[in-house]
């Protein structure tokens, strides 16, 4: 067993994990998280992602234990005094989910991939959004969500005339 | 899907991953950014017992201008290789074949030294590399050693590093006037490349002084295409599609879900002209 500290949507946990626990199972069962999805457990759907440092990365292939000392941000961290994030708003309005099972992941990897290309055409939201799968939408509310984020933030950046 | 039970290190210096390597022998394995250990830990085709985890050593990401090649960190990931502003103007193949390496957040975990060092001939970054000709300094107890990407990979997922060395750095030329290409075949987004083709391509007066072309997921391991670079050499650029129409000579490519053996080298000759063409272009 290793004695670990990280910072989970702004709190510091401490915990006794086995060195071979994912950051996933140390999210959802000892921390209760539930909005963060597993689901193919290979590295391939995205449904597990979360945010390490403010970057994206999938939950089911990051340890536990490679996370000690760092901070890390799920879909339950994004709100800001009760109010949703601009991500979480944009996928409600576009109807970019269906079942949901996606959304927690695709909601974060779209965070992360805005900040790091605010201008993203629509060829690069889907090019950073491909390794997060989604089963139901085929993706053009996705995709129309993130776009629906960079017209409101272009919008706070310039205001109107 | 959890790997079997491991012990767990953190190195705190190269020399000190060295020492745990040492001790713990050949059942350790290094860990850097594990997206290609973890998978397979996890499906059980890999159980070290002992993980040394590189992630603390950030003195070893970096990018640094060193007169006529640019040093890379071992442990500098795909995403800061693909954003680095000097390796864009100086060795833009690295950063761009950086970006195209599984998806963004696959890219924010895997690093340059996993890519080189895992020895996977599906991989993008070692072909970039073996055309680039670069080098690879590695360190062990024995001491430091620097070793020719063309010497480096040896087998399927085997290379020339000791069960005690550690890569420390790779290094690349600048590529100055030279036109470059990485060309990846893939059918489904985020898949590996089915075969992907690098090029680095100088001129001098209008036909072509030398090509280096690697090869990615021709073989067992990164391949150079050096039948068609000896009919590049010295060739006008009207003839680049006749003198790729041997890239797959000496190559071996297996049959497998995505493709036949026989496909592949269709795809090497064909990506190869592309590169080869879109390097002329650059
Ligand atoms: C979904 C997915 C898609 C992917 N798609 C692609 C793709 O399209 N193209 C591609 O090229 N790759 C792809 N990869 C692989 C990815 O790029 C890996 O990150 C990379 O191959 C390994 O780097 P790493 O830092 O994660 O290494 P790790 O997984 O940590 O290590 C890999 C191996 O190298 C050894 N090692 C690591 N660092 C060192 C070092 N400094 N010295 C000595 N030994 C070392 C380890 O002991 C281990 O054996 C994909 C991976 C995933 C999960
Ligand atoms: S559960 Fe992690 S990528 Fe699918
Ligand atoms: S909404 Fe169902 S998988 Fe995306």
Redesign the pocket.
Known sequence: MRRIQMTVDGRAHVAEVEPRLLLLHHLRENLGIGGVHAGCNT??CGACTVHLDGESVKSC?VLAVQADGHEVTTVRGIMDNGLWHPMQQAFHEAHGLQCGYCTPGMIMASISLLKEKPNATEQEIREGLE?NLCRCTGYENIVKAVQLVQQHSNGQAQPAS | MIPLAFDYEVAESVDHAIELLGQHGEEA???????????IMKLRLAAPTVLID?GRLSD?SYVRDEGDHLAIG??TR?CDLERDQTLQEQCGLVAYTAS????PS?RH???I???V??G?A????PSALLALDATFTVRGSNGERTVAAGDFFQDYLQTV?EPD????EIRVPKLNGAGWSYKKFNRRA????VVGVAAVVERSNGSISSARIGLTNMGSTPLRATAAESALAGADPSSVAEATGSADEGTSPSSDIAASAEYRRHLARVLSRRAVEEALSR
């Open positions: 590295t391939s292939t390794g | 394995k290094l860990l850097a950014g594990g997206h290609s250990l973890l998978p590189l070893l071992a442990m795909q195209l390496v599984g998806d696959v975990r895997g690093t030294g996993g890519s060092s895992h996977d599906a991989s993008d970054l590093l060395e550690v890569l420390t985020q898949d590996w490349a």
